[in-house]
């Protein structure tokens, strides 16, 4: 079965330094997502991206945060300049239109010292 | 989007059918209900959705109520594999949508 896959598993950073999360969506796919989920909390929707754009955005998602699908398969969200508090699981999603329910990957979990 | 009301955690024992209620009392006519679990620390995995009729797939089935108000998924032969967070999320069918996750039902699988 395909799957989205997230790299790394783990990445610890220290506070102010650019992390860049990678993802690989399925190929066929044509919608991408984010969502993160801090520890003990709700799984949080980031921003969606179709056809090269940023399609929607929530209001975590401010100017340190940015997508990119640099090379046709790779999907990467940057924090330019982390803080403690981006410390969670970061899930990368995909899907393919219509109706159809998401793919998620297994997520990065980010951790700000 | 709709708001859903999910029991906040249930017990199911190993084998049996386990059934998740969720309300949706506000849901329009234009509003699916899909239903996502999350095994511990893993990413969400889509199970089902459905707009008005009954829905069944390998993993589970989904009725919704005539005036859709509520629905049930049901887990036919709950494995403790199963045991994980369930979500209930009611929203409008577009090309591109975000998903609105609650706080789900935590459900145990005991053997």
């Known amino acids: 079965e395909p799957e989205v896959t997230q790299t790394p598993s783990h990445q610890v950073t220290q506070m102010g330094q650019e992390v860049i999360l990678r993802c690989v969506p399925i190929s066929n796919h044509l919608y991408f997502y984010w969502y993160r989920q801090i520890l003990g909390q709700k799984v949080e929707f980031l921003v969606s991206f179709y056809n090269n754009e940023i399609s929607e955005k929530s209001e975590i998602f401010d100017d340190q945060f940015s997508v990119e699908r640099p090379d046709g398969s790779n999907f990467t969200l940057k924090i330019r300049s982390t803080k403690l508090e981006d410390s969670a699981m970061y899930f990368c999603?995909?899907?393919?239109?219509?109706?159809?329910?998401?793919?998620f990957g297994s997520g990065t979990r980010l951790t700000v010292v | 989007d709709a708001k859903t009301t999910q029991p906040p955690s249930m017990d199911c024992a190993e084998g049996r059918a386990a059934n998740l209620p969720c309300n949706h009392s506000t849901i329009s006519g234009n509003e699916y209900v899909y239903w996502y679990r999350q095994i511990h620390s893993q990413g969400p995995q889509y199970i089902i959705h459905?707009?008005?009729n009954n829905e069944t797939n390998e993993m589970a089935s989904l009725i919704i109520t005539e005036d859709r108000k509520s629905s049930t998924l049901t887990l036919p032969h709950a494995t403790l594999r199963d045991t994980a967070v369930y979500y209930c999320?009611?929203?409008?069918?577009?090309?591109?949508?975000?998903?609105?996750f609650g706080a789900g039902t935590t459900v145990t699988v005991r053997a």
């Open positions: 999320i009611v929203r409008v069918l577009s090309n591109d949508y975000k998903l609105s």
């Open positions: 459905g707009l008005k």
């Open positions: 999603a995909s899907r393919e239109q219509g109706d159809d329910g998401y793919t």
